[in-house]
């Protein structure tokens, strides 16, 4: 059974950094491509990055720059590393395989950008 279970968020002041992750279990992170995607209130979901089986990556234009994704095949874990935080990145976050599998949606990690 695959099971994706994201943390690391908080609450962060502008420009603050925080690192999410996600840890996967029941497949192997190596042989898949990954994402992160995000949910404001009131909006719809929105792509943050995809890390593909080759290490290529794609970000989306709110965030490239400032965001970096990656991960750790021993760990089976994807990570999500966030700076120069901005108040509009305050967010749920949400990791899942790349395209998504709807089952596969976790509970997410709630991201606060706040003075």
């Known amino acids: 059974q695959v099971q994706l279970v994201e943390s690391g968020g908080g609450l962060v002041q502008p420009g603050g950094s925080l690192r999410l992750s996600c840890a996967v279990s029941?497949?192997?992170?190596?042989?898949?491509?990954m994402s992160w995607y995000r949910q404001a209130p009131g909006s719809q979901r929105e792509l943050v990055a995809v890390?593909?089986?080759?290490?290529?990556?794609l970000y989306g234009d709110s965030v490239k720059g400032r965001f970096t994704i990656s991960r750790d095949n021993a760990k089976n874990t994807v990570y999500l590393q966030m700076s120069s935080l901005k108040p509009e990145d305050t967010a749920v976050y949400y990791c899942?395989?790349?395209?998504?599998?709807?089952?596969?949606w976790g509970q997410g990690t709630q991201v606060t950008v706040s003075s």
């Open positions: 899942n395989l790349s395209p998504v599998v709807s089952a596969y």
């Open positions: 029941g497949i192997a992170v190596s042989i898949l491509s």
């Open positions: 890390i593909r089986r080759d290490l290529s990556t």
